[in-house]
């Protein structure tokens, strides 16, 4: 059983920047893959990165070269550094985790994913 926390959302101003983490308890997190996804209000939930338990990073066509998803396996922490944040990437971000069915799987629907945070804030305004 996997246990997963989100921090650092928070108010930014456009071009801003915020890091996000994602610390989870359990054992075997360093070989989960892991993603975060983003939900505004009114809008469907979408992938914004994946990593795999191998470290392949895939990213959303909407904030490639912005973010950077990493991960730091001995603190069971992932990130997702945002950089030039504008007001579209308002939204809830929450960290997803699975176990992957292979070494370096990666997943892009969110109901393959087996745990979830209760999400964090983000919020892009003046």
């Known amino acids: 059983q996997v246990q997963l926390v989100e921090s650092g959302g928070g108010l930014v101003q456009p071009g801003g920047s915020l890091r996000l983490s994602c610390a989870a308890s359990g054992s075997g997190f360093s070989l989960n893959a892991v993603a975060w996804y983003r939900q505004a209000p009114g809008k469907e939930r979408e992938l914004v990165a994946d990593v795999t338990s191998g470290g392949s990073t895939k990213y959303a066509d909407s904030v490639k070269g912005r973010f950077t998803i990493s991960r730091d396996n001995a603190k069971n922490t992932v990130y997702l550094q945002m950089n030039s944040l504008n007001a579209e990437d308002t939204a809830v971000y929450y960290c997803?985790?699975?176990?992957?069915?292979?070494?370096?799987?990666?997943?892009?629907?969110?109901?393959?994913?087996?745990?979830w945070g209760q999400g964090t804030q983000v919020t892009v305004s003046l």
């Open positions: 997803a985790a699975k176990i992957p069915t292979y070494y370096g799987a990666t997943y892009s629907d969110s109901g393959e994913y087996d745990y």
